[in-house]
């Protein structure tokens, strides 16, 4: 049960932002402050939000397909360790650290460690 509802919370967020992403790149850039610097801005916006869209998709199916569960941990792992390491990297050698990428970086280290533990849980049913 309970890994039913981290996977549709996190199914939910990251489809939803996903979606957003793909289809309408200037809004989430508004809403994550990033500005268009080069043509290769849509395609990389949308190349990365298709992923979280495909994520999040791949976090839902997962509620009633039993053997995706751990692939879907495992992915969430990854990405958010991965984002962890590099806000971190920034927040010491940019100063980025702010009140959006404050929020921005517990979200994931939230996600992360629920991911992690559940991923790692011993008696995980396949």
């Known amino acids: 049960m309970l890994d039913k509802v981290f996977l ?8 939803g932002f996903g979606v957003i992403g793909l289809f309408f790149p200037e809004i989430i850039s508004n809403w994550i402050g990033i500005n268009q610097t ?5 395609s990389e ?16 199916i997962s ?6 569960r751990k692939k879907v941990y495992l992915t969430f ?9 590099g806000r971190t990297i920034s927040f010491l050698l940019d100063s980025s650290l702010g009140t959006g990428t404050a929020i921005t970086f517990v ?12 991923y790692t849980k011993r008696d995980f049913i396949f």
């Open 8 to 15: 549709f919370i996190f199914g939910i967020e990251w489809l």
């Open 38 to 42: 080069s043509d290769f801005y849509l």
């Open 45 to 60: 916006t949308r190349a990365w939000y298709s992923f979280f869209t495909i994520l999040g998709m791949m976090s839902l």
């Open 63 to 68: 509620i009633y397909r039993i053997r995706l």
């Open 77 to 85: 792992c990854i990405l958010m360790g991965s984002f962890l390491i």
């Open 107 to 118: 979200n994931e280290f939230v996600v992360f460690v629920i991911s992690y533990w559940r």
